[in-house]
T-cell receptor, first 107, second 115 residues
Framework: KNEVEQSPQNLTAQEGEFITINCSYS?????LHWLQQHPGGGIVSLFM???GKKKHGRLIATINIQEKHSSLHITASHPRDSAVYIC?????????FGQGTRLTINP | EAQVTQNPRYLITVTGKKLTVTCSQN?????MSWYRQDPGLGLRQIYY???????DKGDVPEGYKVSRKEKRNFPLILESPSPNQTSLYFC??????????????FGPGTRLTVT
């Protein structure tokens, strides 16, 4: 069993829809990261969470430490949000990644 | 501009020919790390370094070497590359090496093909 599980693996939605991507992990962590990877490969850090909730523009990330679960939400989705979203957890000195969620937003 | 740089960005090489991928950060970060990304396997950690002269294995260290002689540089060395090391490689850095939440900064990636 992977230490970090993301769902769904693929998600296609229409522009304007509310998007939720989920991440569950099985180890005690010091932080959880949400990353974005556009076609072409570069990785951008969206959020770093150790508790609660964070918001940047249309993106919201939440974490429940007791349930070992985090969600990434996108409100009013747009085609430019199409990318792979990756959850990563830090424990000890290591970073362990989920498999990623490929999001496609159609106009 | 604060950044992590990697060179080369693309490399095609042959089995057994030693190569080095350089990684440099200009943010005075303590922690640096190398990852490889493969279809169906996602990102996996190869090696990490908590500070100068301090390195440790990640989840997939076989076939790789690293060194951390200066704080800003963390090269990845493939002494005898093999086709199963064909992958997309990312270097990343983080301000602190200790426990706790620390932001991660990724380089642009190096696409390596070993024939």
């Amino acid at each position: 069993k992977n230490e970090v599980e993301q769902s769904p693996q693929n998600l296609t939605a229409q522009e304007g829809e509310f998007i939720t991507i989920n991440c569950s992990y099985s180890v005690g962590i010091s932080a959880l990261h949400w990353l974005q990877q556009h076609p072409g490969g570069g990785i951008v850090s969206l959020f770093m969470l150790s508790s609660g909730k964070k918001k940047h523009g249309r993106l919201i990330a939440t974490i429940n430490i007791q349930e070992k679960h985090s969600s990434l939400h996108i409100t009013a989705s747009h085609p430019r949000d199409s990318a792979v979203y990756i959850c990563a957890v830090r424990y000890s000195q290591k970073l362990v990644f989920g498999q990623g969620t490929r999001l496609t937003i159609n106009p | 501009e604060a950044q992590v740089t990697q060179n080369p960005r693309y490399l095609i090489t042959v089995t057994g020919k030693k190569l080095t991928v350089t990684c440099s950060q200009n943010m005075n970060h303590e922690y640096m790390s190398w990852y490889r990304q493969d279809p169906g396997l996602g990102l996996r950690q190869i090696y990490y370094s908590m500070n100068v002269e301090v390195t440790d294995k990640g989840d997939v260290p076989e076939g790789y070497k690293v060194s951390r002689k200066e704080k800003r540089n963390f090269p990845l060395i493939l002494e005898s590359p093999s086709p199963n090391q064909t992958s997309l490689y990312f270097c990343a850095s983080s301000p602190n090496a200790g426990e706790g939440p620390h932001e991660q900064y990724f380089g642009p990636g190096t696409r390596l093909t070993v024939t």
